[in-house]
Nanobody, 124 residues
Framework: QVQLVETGGGSVQAGGSLRLSCAVS????????LGWFRQSPGKEREGVAR??????LYADSVKGRFTITKDNAKNTLYLQMNSLKPEDSAMYYC???????????????????WGQGTQVTVFA
């Protein structure tokens, strides 16, 4: 059974950093495309970063500030977020390709397996 569990969210001052983690079970992190999405109240869920094997892609709004990585030994996906801005505040979701729920396209791949999300709040 596929399971994605995010941790690491919180409140941080603008300019600060957070690292999100996504513990993956049910498949190997090296066997599927993985990504991070975010959603603010009243807005659609948007792709932030995705990784396929070693290939990464970022939304323009986070390029140079966010880094997506994975640890095969721990079967965990990460999102390092630096120089955070108030507009980065959102619920952040870990996602994987495959699955059938709420299919969203980002960076050439369709994501349809989702975690429950972790809240990130950046205050000025």
């Amino acid at each position: 059974q596929v399971q994605l569990v995010e941790t690491g969210g919180g409140s941080v001052q603008a300019g600060g950093s957070l690292r999100l983690s996504c513990a993956v079970s049910g498949f190997s992190v090296d066997s599927r495309c993985l990504g991070w999405f975010r959603q603010s109240p009243g807005k659609e869920r948007e792709g932030v970063a995705r990784i396929v094997l070693t290939s990464t892609l970022y939304a323009d709004s986070v390029k140079g500030r966010f880094t997506i990585t994975k640890d095969n030994a721990k079967n965990t996906l990460y999102l390092q977020m630096n120089s955070l801005k108030p507009e980065d505040s959102a619920m952040y979701y870990c996602a994987a390709c495959g699955g059938t729920r709420d299919r969203i396209s980002f960076g050439g791949y369709f994501f349809a397996s989702w975690g429950q999300g972790t809240q990130v709040t950046v205050f000025a």
